[in-house]
């Protein structure tokens, strides 16, 4: 409908409003509806709390699609607050209180659900707006068919590779998982990889058991697009599994990328390694993540933080003229998002996001906090947000509503 039919209906509307003294909710549907089409992402969802007759209308409608992240911040234990935050960059200084959502820690998230471990076999997944839960089959009752005994690849194999200083010292980190959630079908595939025992498992909707996926050495990470599971292994391989079918298989018979493996060396001096050990003296941590584009195509990214807590980035993508790793330093219109390992599209026109950035929010053994790196320029900087840095917070998630 024209602008001009859509201002001459609300005119009519509160012109009615006022000669009956009605209130809001009593106002046409038709109005109701052309006023959450034109609403935000955000005020869309929020419009719905307006009172039943807004909530009604709002179901039949369809938001403007979201093109930007949100960053939900969960509390410190340690603090006697125990809701969570959320922040739209898109609304900068402006954070909003959800619901309490526990405790348990959050290994991964999609669109606005989030998957939870109760304990380290219990998953569920959580909606974050609505607080739905669903609970996903129990990996204590197969415990002896998937965990039979801690492989032995890293005994005695000449391929080893710390993709992080987490691994290299043997630092307890968490188990790595990620998420697919269609949001209205609730049609969703989950993969998780056990820090312990190094296989990585998977599970989709009216799944029974949780299936095994090759290979068996380890994953250092893993990103899940279009219904394909890309790890990252504990020996430089990226591995390529299709999700989409009733069990896990293998992707292409030829895995299309060489072993990637970062050494530190690339940064450049000054670089020295402890006389007695493997320690690095110059880095307080690092991490290797694997990244897929818009376009699919494949990113590995490298992060540092110096003993001088300067942070270093650095990007390659795979060229398959000379079927090797190459540095990059530019992503054109998008932005790595590290914690859901993708890129989104960071256009001049999308509002609350910069081009040819690097979004992450700290490393395992480092401090926490929510930061952004500009490719370009070299530089990094807080979240702009200053409220953020004012909030003691435990973890932070970024989250990428799409409906």
């Not at 046409?28 to 509806?33: A, F, L, N, Q, T």
């Not at 991490?287 to 942070?311: F, H, P, Q």
């Amino acid at each position: 409908m024209q602008e001009c039919s859509f201002l001459r209906l609300l005119d009519m509307a509160l012109i009615h409003k006022r000669s009956r003294r009605q209130n809001w909710s009593e106002l046409p549907e038709d109005v109701i509806r052309l006023v959450l089409g034109r609403l935000s992402f955000s005020d869309f969802h929020r419009a719905r709390a307006v009172c039943s007759a807004w909530y009604s209308v709002w179901g039949e409608c369809v938001p403007k699609p979201n093109q930007v992240p949100w960053l939900i911040l969960f509390p410190d234990p340690k603090q006697c607050r125990r809701s969570c935050m959320l922040y739209n960059p898109e609304e900068e200084d402006k954070v909003y209180t959800i619901q309490d959502l526990g405790v348990d820690p959050c290994l991964a998230s999609c669109g606005t659900w989030l998957l939870m471990s109760d304990t380290p076999l219990s998953l569920y997944l959580l909606n974050v707006l609505t607080l739905e839960r669903i609970n996903l089959v129990a990996i204590e009752s197969q415990r002896y068919q998937l965990f039979p005994e801690p492989p032995r690849f890293y005994d005695n194999c000449p391929g080893r590779y710390f993709a992080s200083k987490a691994e290299m010292i043997g630092f307890p980190t968490s188990n790595k998982a990620v998420l697919w959630i269609d949001e209205k079908t609730k049609d969703y595939e989950v993969a998780w990889s056990s820090c312990e025992y190094k296989y990585t498992f998977s599970c989709k909707k009216r799944d029974h058991v949780w299936h095994r996926i090759p290979p068996w050495v380890g994953c250092s990470d893993m990103v899940l697009k279009d219904h394909k599971l890309y790890i990252y292994s504990a020996d430089g391989f990226i591995r390529i599994s299709d999700l989409s079918g009733e069990f896990p298989t293998k992707a292409a018979n030829v895995n299309p990328y060489p072993p990637f493996r970062f050494h530190l060396g690339a940064l450049g001096p000054p670089f020295r390694f402890h006389k007695s050990s493997s320690y690095l003296p110059d880095f307080i941590d690092w991490k290797t993540n694997i990244i897929i584009t818009i376009s699919g195509d494949v990113l590995m990214v490298a992060t540092v933080l110096k003993r001088d807590l300067t942070w270093h980035f650095r990007v390659y993508k795979f060229n398959s003229a000379n079927n090797d790793w190459e540095q990059t330093v530019s992503l054109g219109d998008q932005a790595v998002i590290l914690d859901l390992g993708i890129t989104v599209p960071a256009s001049s026109d999308i509002q609350g996001i910069t081009r040819n950035s690097i979004y992450f929010s700290g490393l395992p053994t480092s401090q926490k906090d929510v930061f952004v790196f500009n490719l370009s320029s070299q530089k990094i900087q807080r979240l702009s947000s200053s409220y953020i840095s004012s909030i003691p917070f435990s973890d932070a998630r970024w989250l990428f509503p799409t409906s």
